[in-house]
Nanobody, 115 residues
Framework: QVQLMESGGGLVQPGGSLKLSCAAS????????MGWYRQAPGKQREFVAG???????NYAESVKGRFSISRDNAKNTVYLQMISLKPEDTAVYYC?????????WGQGTQVTVSS
């Protein structure tokens, strides 16, 4: 059974930084494509960043140059480093694991950017 546990969210001022973590269990982590999504109040869930099993990355235009996704296969963990945070980055951030057509989600971690 796939389990994804996000952590690292919190309240940060505009311009600040946060690093999110997602620890996976129940899967052969290294063969999964991993991603981060977010959902703001009243909005649909949207893609933020992804990293393939081979380490290739891609980002939503809104976060390019500010967010960085990485993975540590030895720790079964994917990270999202966020800098220069803006109020519009406020959302619940979800971790996603995909193998073929099967995807799994974590419970999410709240990120609030406010002064």
């Amino acid at each position: 059974q796939v389990q994804l546990m996000e952590s690292g969210g919190g309240l940060v001022q505009p311009g600040g930084s946060l690093k999110l973590s997602c620890a996976a269990s129940g899967i052969i982590f290294r063969i999964y494509d991993m991603g981060w999504y977010r959902q703001a109040p009243g909005k649909q869930r949207e893609f933020v960043a992804g990293i393939t099993d081979g380490g290739s990355t891609n980002y939503a235009e809104s976060v390019k140059g500010r967010f960085s996704i990485s993975r540590d296969n030895a720790k079964n963990t994917v990270y999202l480093q966020m800098i220069s945070l803006k109020p519009e980055d406020t959302a619940v951030y979800y971790c996603n694991a995909v193998l073929g057509r099967i995807g799994s989600w974590g419970q999410g971690t709240q990120v609030t950017v406010s002064s």
